[in-house]
């Protein structure tokens, strides 16, 4: 048992040192580009920037049905059977219903171009800018399919350098756009940026298997069991985007543009750019667990070892960004975004919520419960919605921030009475334990830093970082 320990936790690390290193990259080169808006554009671009966005997101949400996660899953099972057809057919299914998928998407958002510039900003005056942004639609959509076949066939590598050099790519491109057009860049750097990923994708996708040719037909009987998966993924993603985009409105409407640029550089900060731990270990997690998504012990182990690394990771990294979060802000962005310190030194507290909830909701996934996941994911929207409001409401962004607790809070609930009850399974208790510690000395270095104590919060930040370093070394040791 030791041993299979020891194997596990050595694949989790690996699998953050390869995808890890590629998604600190991705995220120096946002940073870089988000800088460059907010110095050259102003906190009116990042809002801009913000609102384009969601309606992206919520619109690839809406036509993607859900295979860029959901044949995942399929193609891991598919690997693990060792049948070359069979992987052959499965890739060839996946990237036909990619392209179904991308032109639907895109015709949809030039049909719909008018109605979201109304929505989003009280005028017909951007319908073409939506419209241009259909080819963001298209190419998010083919490149979803191959990234797909990638992560299910746990090549890592290959996915970790497309991401890398699309995302390089698209800054380059980006930069002298943002210089000289300011303000009138912003949409067609998100569809330069789309296209370097698209570009370099293609370039890495996966190769090394037989050619199988399917009819539309075969795509649809062999491809109909992810898609019901991916629809469910779907409806729920949407509808989280769409509450996601109606905050984003209504921020727009209640406080104006800069409220709304101010909200998302503080949501990136604590979701997207400490989110990138989640991303770098979900990318070997989840194909993994969906090969043996019967198996009662391994989900225990796969999952109680998840749950520990992630812990060991996120902890240093909470109190590092706690203690260093005036720098962080002024780096990334600007003075002008200090007032979202608040905010996100409460919201960062929430990520170890989110890393203990996370790993339980994946498991939903492997066993591909599309309902459950379906249900789970709109009580949690529901709930972060509602949250959000009152407590921005009354207590403004800072409030923002305390809702982000309580929201995954809720969400470790949410997931855990599937997880714990529907399924039989259990966690660890050392897991557990471990995320209790972790969310204690996140909260104290808060404490001393609001206290001005900030000696001490180094301090202690010091020593935690090194027992988590020490304990990752003793879990991965042979």
Same mark, same amino acid.
């Given at each position: 048992?030791?041993?299979?320990?020891?194997?596990?936790?050595?694949?989790?690390?690996?699998?953050?040192?390869? /995808?890890?290193?590629?998604?600190?990259?991705?995220?120096?080169?946002?940073?870089?580009?988000?800088?460059?808006?907010?110095?050259?554009?102003?906190?009116?671009?990042?809002?801009?920037?913000?609102?384009?966005?969601?309606?992206?997101?919520?619109?690839?949400?809406?036509?993607?049905?859900?295979?860029?996660?959901?044949?995942?899953?399929?193609?891991?099972?598919?690997?693990?059977?060792? *049948?070359? *057809?069979?992987?052959?057919?499965?890739?060839?299914?996946?990237?036909? =219903?990619? &392209?179904?998928?991308?032109?639907?998407?895109?015709?949809?958002?030039?049909?719909?171009?008018?109605?979201?510039?109304?929505?989003?900003?009280?005028?017909?005056?951007?319908?073409?800018?939506?419209?241009?942004? +259909?080819?963001?639609?298209?190419?998010?959509?083919?490149?979803?399919?191959?990234?797909?076949?990638?992560?299910?066939?746990?090549?890592?590598?290959?996915?970790?350098?497309?991401?890398? &050099?699309?995302?390089?790519?698209?800054?380059?491109?980006?930069?002298?756009?943002?210089?000289?057009?300011?303000?009138?860049?912003?949409?067609?750097?998100?569809?330069?940026?789309?296209?370097?990923?698209?570009? /370099?994708?293609?370039?890495?996708?996966?190769?090394?298997?037989?050619?199988?040719? @399917?009819?539309?037909?075969?795509?649809?009987?062999?491809?109909?069991?992810?898609?019901?998966?991916?629809?469910?993924?779907?409806?729920?993603?949407?509808?989280?985007?769409?509450?996601?985009?109606?905050?984003?409105?209504?921020?727009?409407?209640?406080?104006?543009?800069?409220?709304?640029?101010?909200?998302?550089?503080?949501?990136?900060?604590?979701?997207?750019? $400490?989110?990138?731990?989640?991303?770098?270990?979900?990318?070997?997690?989840?194909?993994?667990?969906?090969?043996?998504?019967?198996?009662?012990?391994?989900?225990?182990?796969?999952? +109680?070892?998840?749950?520990?690394?992630?812990?060991?990771?996120?902890?240093?990294?909470?109190?590092?960004?706690?203690?260093?979060?005036?720098?962080?802000?002024?780096?990334?962005?600007?003075?002008?975004?200090?007032?979202?310190?608040?905010?996100?030194?409460?919201?960062?507290?929430?990520?170890?919520?989110?890393?203990?909830? =996370?790993?339980?909701?994946?498991?939903?996934?492997?066993?591909?419960?599309?309902?459950?996941?379906?249900?789970?994911?709109?009580? +949690?929207? $529901?709930?972060?919605?509602?949250?959000?409001?009152?407590?921005?409401?009354?207590?403004?962004?800072?409030?923002?921030?305390?809702?982000?607790?309580? =929201?995954?809070?809720?969400?470790?609930?949410? @997931?855990?009475?599937?997880?714990?009850?529907?399924?039989?399974?259990?966690?660890?208790?050392?897991?557990?334990?471990?995320?209790?510690?972790?969310?204690?000395?996140?909260?104290?270095?808060?404490?001393?830093?609001?206290?001005?104590?900030? $000696?001490?919060?180094?301090?202690?930040?010091?020593?935690?970082?090194?027992?988590?370093?020490?304990? $990752?070394?003793?879990?991965? *040791? *042979?």
């Amino acid at each position: 048992m030791k041993e299979r320990t020891s194997n596990i936790s050595r694949t989790i690390v690996k699998a953050m040192g390869i /995808f890890g290193g590629a998604q600190v990259i991705s995220i120096l080169c946002s940073i870089i580009r988000t800088k460059l808006v907010a110095v050259w554009i102003g906190s009116a671009g990042v809002g801009l920037f913000g609102l384009f966005n969601n309606a992206i997101d919520m619109l690839s949400a809406a036509t993607s049905l859900g295979i860029r996660n959901s044949s995942v899953r399929d193609m891991a099972i598919a690997r693990l059977t060792g *049948k070359a *057809k069979l992987v052959g057919t499965t890739i060839a299914v996946v990237k036909k =219903w990619a &392209w179904f998928t991308s032109i639907g998407g895109a015709v949809l958002t030039i049909a719909l171009a008018p109605l979201l510039s109304r929505v989003t900003f009280g005028t017909d005056n951007h319908s073409w800018e939506f419209v241009l942004l +259909s080819v963001v639609l298209l190419f998010n959509g083919l490149t979803g399919g191959e990234q797909a076949i990638l992560q299910g066939n746990s090549a890592l590598k290959r996915l970790a350098k497309a991401s890398v &050099w699309g995302v390089v790519g698209g800054l380059l491109i980006s930069i002298p756009m943002f210089y000289f057009w300011r303000e009138e860049s912003i949409v067609p750097s998100i569809v330069a940026y789309s296209t370097m990923v698209l570009l /370099f994708t293609l370039l890495f996708r996966h190769k090394d298997y037989t050619p199988v040719k @399917v009819s539309a037909k075969e795509a649809y009987d062999k491809g109909i069991e992810f898609v019901r998966l991916g629809i469910y993924m779907t409806v729920s993603l949407f509808v989280t985007l769409l509450f996601a985009y109606i905050f984003s409105v209504y921020l727009n409407h209640t406080s104006g543009t800069k409220e709304v640029g101010f909200y998302q550089a503080g949501f990136t900060l604590v979701n997207k750019y $400490v989110g990138l731990i989640f991303t770098a270990i979900g990318m070997e997690y989840y194909p993994r667990l969906s090969g043996i998504h019967n198996s009662r012990m391994r989900i225990h182990a796969f999952v +109680s070892q998840e749950m520990n690394i992630a812990m060991l990771v996120l902890l240093p990294v909470v109190s590092l960004f706690l203690v260093m979060r005036e720098w962080i802000v002024s780096i990334l962005y600007s003075p002008e975004f200090h007032v979202v310190i608040p905010f996100i030194s409460f919201a960062i507290l929430g990520t170890v919520f989110r890393a203990y909830s =996370w790993c339980l909701a994946f498991v939903i996934l492997a066993k591909g419960d599309g309902k459950t996941y379906l249900l789970t994911e709109l009580l +949690s929207t $529901v709930s972060g919605f509602i949250l959000n409001i009152v407590f921005y409401h009354y207590w403004g962004l800072t409030g923002i921030g305390i809702s982000y607790i309580l =929201w995954y809070f809720l969400y470790c609930i949410i @997931v855990g009475i599937p997880y714990f009850r529907k399924y039989g399974f259990s966690v660890a208790r050392g897991a557990n334990r471990l995320t209790l510690f972790a969310l204690v000395a996140t909260s104290a270095v808060l404490v001393l830093m609001e206290t001005r104590q900030t $000696v001490i919060a180094v301090t202690l930040t010091a020593l935690l970082t090194a027992a988590c370093l020490y304990k $990752v070394y003793q879990l991965i *040791k *042979k």
